[in-house]
């Protein structure tokens, strides 16, 4: 019954923005522990930011101080703000989730969406 849906991603020059939206369905994320990852060609899939039940949050070295992940808990949607955008963002971007996790202690997710675009050009 959990199903995640992305949305947002798109081509976008280096310092641009983008917001990707994850549209949550069979559990609620305000309860639940919450991820956005991302896979470039020819790299193994990354971590970007988890935000975990109780709403703290964690971010790559390569994204902090640019990406804030967030949870609307009355629309049950989780989004990724990226901003000053790299070219080396340029991935297929994920949202995942679990049943519960609490940081530093995440585990593993077991359920993900289909993915969104983002591509960065300099």
């Known amino acids: 019954q959990v199903q995640l849906v992305e949305s947002g991603g798109g081509s976008v020059q280096a310092g641009g923005s983008l917001r990707l939206s994850c549209a949550a369905s069979g559990f609620t994320v305000r309860s639940y522990c919450m991820g956005w990852f991302r896979q470039a060609p020819g790299k193994e899939r990354e971590e970007v930011s988890v935000?975990?039940?109780?709403?703290?949050?964690r971010y790559a070295g390569s994204v902090r101080g640019r990406f804030t992940i967030s949870k609307d808990n009355t629309k049950n949607f989780l989004y990724l703000q990226m901003n000053s955008l790299k070219p080396e963002d340029t991935a297929m971007y994920y949202c995942?989730?679990?049943?519960?996790?609490?940081?530093?202690?995440?585990?593993?997710?077991?359920?993900w969406g289909q993915g969104t675009q983002v591509t960065v050009s300099s």
């Open positions: 995942a989730t679990k049943g519960f996790c609490n940081l530093p202690f995440v585990g593993n997710f077991g359920y």
């Open positions: 935000m975990d039940s109780r709403g703290f949050t």
